[in-house]
Nanobody, 125 residues
Framework: QVQLVESGGGLVQAGGSLRLSCAASGRTFGSYGMGWFRQAPGKEREFVAAIIWSGGSTYYADSVKGRFTISRDNAKNTVYLQMNSLKPEDTAVYYC??????????????????WGQGTQVTVSS
């Protein structure tokens, strides 16, 4: 069992930056693939970024490529999402997710096994 807790959300002006963190419990964190998703009001949850268990490979949605960076620190059981050049359309609840070893990258929500509670990111224009 893995428990995930996100933090770092908030209100920021367009063009600004935020760094989200996701702290994980469990000794198997280092073997899990991790991802970030987001969900805006009235919309489906959408994939943002994924990182392989070692941190050696990453994958991004086209909408955030070049602006967001996913990283992880397995010694701290934490995954991060650095978000730069934020736009109003990035406004959403951001969720951290984990999946057991296997296929990578995973870009759909149903492929993930564990989820955090989400953290709100609001970008004002």
């Amino acid at each position: 069992q893995v428990q995930l807790v996100e933090s770092g959300g908030g209100l920021v002006q367009a063009g600004g930056s935020l760094r989200l963190s996701c702290a994980a419990s469990g000794r198997t964190f280092g073997s899990y693939g991790m991802g970030w998703f987001r969900q805006a009001p009235g919309k489906e949850r959408e994939f943002v970024a994924a990182i392989i268990w070692s941190g050696g490979s990453t994958y991004y949605a086209d909408s955030v490529k070049g602006r967001f960076t996913i990283s992880r620190d397995n010694a701290k059981n934490t995954v991060y999402l650095q978000m730069n050049s934020l736009k109003p359309e990035d406004t959403a609840v951001y969720y951290c997710a984990a999946h057991r070893p296997g296929k990578w990258p995973r870009r759909t929500a149903y492929e993930y096994d564990y989820w955090g509670q989400g953290t709100q990111v609001t970008v004002s224009s």
